[in-house]
């Protein structure tokens, strides 16, 4: 059984750094898509960054030049979040579109979830 587990996060000063890594278990077939979301209290989940199986990346707006997403290998990947500001406070979830059989459709399989705290 495919498995999402999340390390990082916690609580930074404003303009400080944390570290978000992911790394999948179990038996992977295929994967078509991995990424990072974030949902603040009373907000609904949102993207924060993907990258493509080839390497393309894409991040929002909000986070442009202070946040890096990178793979290391097909079955991790990380969020490297520098000049933190408080609105990126929030919990982050890590995300994979895979196959977890030889056939079928690719699903979403999501982590547990870790908070990141940002104090001004």
């Known amino acids: 059984q495919v498995q999402l587990v999340e390390s990082g996060g916690g609580l930074v000063q404003a303009g400080g750094s944390l570290r978000l890594d992911c790394a999948v278990s179990?038996?992977?077939?295929?994967?078509?898509?991995m990424g990072w979301y974030r949902q603040a209290p009373g907000n609904q989940r949102e993207l924060v960054a993907i990258v493509s199986p080839g390497g393309t990346t894409q991040y929002a707006d909000a986070v442009k030049g202070r946040f890096i997403i990178s793979r290391d290998g097909a079955v991790k990947l990380s969020l490297q979040m520098n000049s933190l500001k408080p609105e990126d406070t929030a919990v982050y979830y890590c995300?994979?579109?895979?196959?977890?059989?030889?056939?079928?459709?690719?699903?979403?399989?999501w982590g547990q979830g870790t908070q990141v705290t940002v104090s001004s």
């Open positions: 179990g038996t992977v077939y295929s994967i078509n898509g």
């Open positions: 995300n994979f579109r895979l196959k977890s059989k030889p056939f079928g459709l690719h699903s979403d399989y």
